[in-house]
Every structure is written in C-alpha cells, then in structure tokens.
C-alpha cells in the first residue's frame, strides 16, 4: 500500500465543513502547503536534530558550518558524516550530545536500519516508531517530520504547546486538552489533521 501525500485543496475543502474551523480559514486565508519536497529524509532529520531546543538564528547558523565541512557546502551523504572526526564535526557549534545524535542518525542509515526507501509504503504510526529508535529523533520531531518531509496529510501533534494553546481558543476551553480529549474533538478532521494543526498554530501566532 502506497500512503497518499497531503492534497491541500481537498483538505481544505473538508475542514470548512467544519463552522469553527471555516471561520478561521476565512480569517487566514489559504495556508501555504507544508512541504519541502527536495529534501532528502537524511537531511531533514539531521537539520531538526541541529534545531532542537536554538532560536532560529543560532540554529541556522550552525547548520551552515556543518554544510561547510563538506565539499561545496553540499548536505553530506550519511557515509560522509561518518568520515568526519567528531572534534570536527564539534567545530561547527554542536554540542557533543547532538553531534552523537547525528552520527548515530548517520550510522542507522548507513546500514539499513532506517529504511528510507520504504517510507512511502509504511504507516505514520510504523514511521513514528521507525525513526523514533535513533537517539535525539522523539515522537515531536518524527511528527514533524511526517508534516513537513513527508507530506503526510493526517498528523494531529498533540504534545504540541501550539497545537494545545489552538484547542484551547478554538473550543473555548478552561484549560488545555489532554491528547484524548484532542483527538475526539478532531474526529471530523481525520484524514485532514496536518491542515487543520496549521490552522491551530495560526490561531496562536502572536501570542
């Protein structure tokens, strides 16, 4: 079974079946569809395990020293990071944590343990619990990772500060969900939940 990738006119058009949910789409307009389709799996979680717990800034910048210890400031093939002495790999700004991470990342894909080819016939749920065997890769960033990589259209976040603080004002709640309660309340949007967290994030912004 080949899994469906993320249709963002279709998706919409369900969510605005949905009277709160269309009102909010009204407010915001369309949502740019979230989805990188260049990137390489390898690539992608190695960039989330540098961008984890950094502002944006100091993120980037040390993802761009990492690019420049390879040739042409290409991203690196897992062979290639595995080349690279960790003292150098340290030299970019990781810290010795991450830069395990990476190399474990780089190790598990490397041998076949991730098996990268075969994401487009496993589950979200079989993907999840895939990747989240590499240290430094929680369920958080495989979800991520689901939305914005693989262009999976039904991944509801619900350990998401965003995602809780969205609920929270849409439905007009007391205090915020908990990933149950989340889920019955998006049991309408179910085939449709990575457009509609897009749309919970957008009621947050700003805050």
């Given amino acids: ?7 963002l006119n279709q998706s919409l058009r369900h969510l605005k079946r949905d009277k709160k949910l269309a009102k909010i789409i009204k407010k915001h307009g369309v949502i740019k569809k979230p989805y990188r389709p260049s990137r390489h799996p390898f690539e992608s979680l190695v960039q989330s395990i540098v961008y984890q717990q950094l502002s944006g800034k100091a993120a980037r910048t040390i993802f761009q020293r990492f690019l420049k210890l390879f040739k042409k400031g290409r991203f690196p093939k897992p062979d290639e990071v595995l080349k690279v002495p960790l003292v150098k790999l340290r ?11 990476i190399l474990n990342l780089a190790r598990k894909f490397s041998n076949g343990e991730i ?17 989240t065997k590499v240290k430094g890769i929680g369920v958080w960033t495989a979800q991520m990772f689901l939305m914005f990589s693989l262009n999976r259209p039904d ?13 929270k004002k849409l439905f007009g709640l007391k205090q915020f969900p908990s990933p149950r309660q989340m889920e019955k309340l998006a049991e309408s949007w179910r085939g449709h939940r990575t457009v509609a967290s897009l749309y919970l994030w957008k009621i947050v912004d700003g805050e």
């Fill in 91 to 101: 030299s970019a700004g990781l810290s010795n944590q991450k830069t395990n991470y």
């Fill in 155 to 167: 991944v509801l976040p619900t350990g998401d500060l965003g995602i809780k603080k969205g609920f």
């Fill in 115 to 131: 098996a990268h080819n075969q994401f487009h016939v496993m589950s979200d749920e079989e993907i999840i619990g895939h990747i």
């Fill in 1 to 7: 079974m080949v899994f469906k990738s993320l249709n």
